[in-house]
């Protein structure tokens, strides 16, 4: 009985790996990659920006108390825009040293504010208000996550059409009366503009008298879904 038993189970594995081998042959076979895409421009409709100031003092006290006060002005002044978002960015203090006796000189310290709206408009008054006592060190534009997510939504059908019918196409010219679908694959990439670096004499939006908001140009970013997969011709 034990040997009868052996036999069967031997039986019903080499049964088993013959069905299983003679499925995988069936899945590879007539089995073509493909790939397609869709792609939008799409209008930048966020603004970012990161403005800073730099201080120096002989008392590492006396900086700290400098900053602050001028870090809490901003935060007070950006209440004013409710529709501009405003955060404390990194903030340092080090020591500066005299090149010949290497000397402890002064202390410097630096702080920053980041800005991130889609009113283009509140954004750069924000900032013209701000540049009193701030530096601007970048602005850029992107889009926001709302609309990205929005564009993806719609060209992941896009790209899902565009597939379907290159393996409709290819079924046709290879003679084939159709396809199933064996695997799929959604990508999405964004191509963004660079940083917009501006130099601390060229980065006035607006005077210190006057706060009239600079027109701007946020630019497009380009928002690509790749549809990449197989397919079994029947």
Same mark, same amino acid.
């Given at each position: 009985?034990?040997?009868?038993?052996l036999s069967a189970l031997v039986l019903a594995?080499?049964? /088993?790996?013959? %069905?299983?081998?003679?499925?995988?042959e069936q899945l590879n076979y007539n089995v073509?990659?493909i790939q397609a895409e869709a792609a939008r421009? =799409?209008? #930048?409709?966020?603004?970012?920006?990161?403005?800073?100031?730099?201080?120096?003092?002989?008392?590492?006290?006396?900086?700290?108390?400098?900053?602050?006060?001028?870090? !809490?002005?901003?935060?007070? @002044?950006?209440?004013? &825009?409710?529709? =501009?978002? =405003?955060?404390?960015?990194?903030?340092?203090?080090?020591?500066? &040293?005299?090149?010949?006796?290497?000397?402890?000189?002064?202390?410097?310290?630096?702080?920053?504010?980041?800005?991130?709206?889609?009113?283009?408009?509140?954004?750069?008054?924000?900032?013209?208000?701000?540049?009193?006592?701030?530096?601007?060190?970048?602005?850029?534009?992107?889009?926001?996550?709302?609309?990205?997510?929005?564009?993806?939504?719609?060209?992941? =059908?896009?790209?899902?059409?565009?597939?379907?019918?290159?393996?409709?196409?290819? /079924?046709?010219?290879?003679?084939?009366?159709?396809?199933?679908?064996? #695997?799929?694959? @959604?990508?999405?990439?964004?191509? &963004?503009?660079?940083?917009?670096?501006?130099?601390? !004499?060229?980065?006035?939006? /607006?005077?210190?008298?006057?706060?009239?908001?600079?027109?701007?140009?946020?630019?497009?970013?380009?928002?690509?879904?790749?549809? #990449?997969? %197989?397919?079994?011709?029947?």
């Amino acid at each position: 009985m034990r040997y009868l038993t052996l036999s069967a189970l031997v039986l019903a594995s080499t049964f /088993s790996a013959s %069905a299983f081998a003679q499925q995988n042959e069936q899945l590879n076979y007539n089995v073509i990659n493909i790939q397609a895409e869709a792609a939008r421009q =799409v209008s #930048n409709d966020e603004m970012h920006a990161v403005l800073y100031i730099e201080k120096s003092n002989k008392q590492p006290a006396e900086l700290a108390s400098q900053i602050t006060q001028l870090m !809490n002005q901003a935060m007070a @002044l950006a209440k004013k &825009y409710p529709q =501009v978002k =405003v955060e404390t960015g990194s903030q340092t203090t080090y020591p500066v &040293y005299d090149n010949d006796s290497r000397k402890l000189k002064e202390w410097r310290g630096r702080a920053e504010i980041q800005i991130e709206s889609t009113d283009f408009k509140a954004a750069s008054q924000l900032i013209g208000e701000l540049q009193q006592n701030f530096q601007t060190e970048s602005i850029n534009f992107s889009v926001s996550d709302a609309q990205r997510k929005k564009v993806e939504n719609e060209l992941m =059908v896009e790209a899902s059409k565009n597939f379907q019918q290159r393996a409709q196409m290819l /079924s046709q010219s290879w003679n084939k009366s159709g396809y199933n679908l064996v #695997n799929l694959n @959604l990508n999405t990439s964004s191509q &963004y503009p660079q940083p917009v670096m501006m130099r601390a !004499n060229m980065a006035k939006f /607006s005077g210190a008298e006057a706060v009239d908001a600079q027109n701007v140009a946020a630019g497009e970013s380009k928002i690509t879904v790749n549809a #990449n997969g %197989a397919i079994q011709f029947k």
